[in-house]
């Protein structure tokens, strides 16, 4: 009895499989047309990070001036002075 359960299990799930094969069978082009889509994709996306990380770089610098400037100004650690009556 469990050879034969193992036997149709092993039928049953192959049976999608060469179903699914069989109806998607893709032309050389429209493979070639998803992979140039893909790398287009991809050229983007790298594109996009290169300026998310020119931006977070040029953020960084404006910060470490400020916080030199800062320093320079007596640094943040001064409490203000009292307002004036």
């Known amino acids: 009895m469990r050879k034969a359960s193992l036997l149709l299990l092993a039928v049953f799930s192959l049976c999608p499989a060469i ?5 998607t069978q893709n ?3 429209q493979v070639l047309d998803a992979v140039n889509a893909l790398k287009k994709q991809q050229l ?6 290169n300026q998310i ?8 610098e ?8 800062m320093s ?4 943040g650690h001064k409490p203000p002075p009292p307002p004036k009556k």
């Open 53 to 60: 990380d020119e931006k977070i770089a040029d953020l960084a």
């Open 19 to 23: 179903h699914c094969s069989a109806d």
């Open 62 to 69: 404006k910060i470490r001036v400020a916080r030199i400037y």
């Open 44 to 49: 983007e996306l790298t594109d996009n990070q």
């Open 72 to 75: 320079r100004a007596g640094g």
């Open 27 to 29: 032309t050389p082009s």
